[in-house]
């Protein structure tokens, strides 16, 4: 399961009206690499693969593929603005650690 604030569903809303596709899904997942041992990815995706899992909150279909959802189930996607600018912000309960940078994370072996 992936959560998403409120915060969230308003910018990804935002980037689907400037992408003139409301129907876009989100694609949430993860890569091996970055500073802390993996990193996570966000795009958005019309094509839904086999065995990717598809969830509903707050009305934005998210798309996750097998993979990434052991790491990343029960993450809450957030959004926030600051003096450096805005982004989406992960809040993972399976990482053991961050990076400062908050996109790379660290899981137990």
Not at 40 to 52: A, K, S, V
Request: glycine residues 10%; negative net charge.
């Amino acid at each position: 399961m992936v959560n998403l604030s409120k915060a969230a569903v308003s910018e990804i809303r935002r980037l689907q009206v400037k992408r003139d596709n409301q129907a876009a899904r989100l694609r949430l997942g993860v890569q091996a690499g970055g500073c802390a041992q993996l990193y996570y990815t966000i795009d958005f995706d019309d094509e839904i693969n086999p065995g990717d899992h598809i969830y509903e909150s707050e009305g934005i279909s998210v798309i996750v593929d097998t993979s990434s959802l052991n790491y990343i189930n029960g993450l809450m996607l957030d959004y926030a603005e600051d003096l450096m600018g805005g982004g989406f912000r992960f809040h993972n309960p399976n990482a053991l650690e961050s990076c400062g940078c908050g996109n790379s994370f660290r899981v137990e072996a």
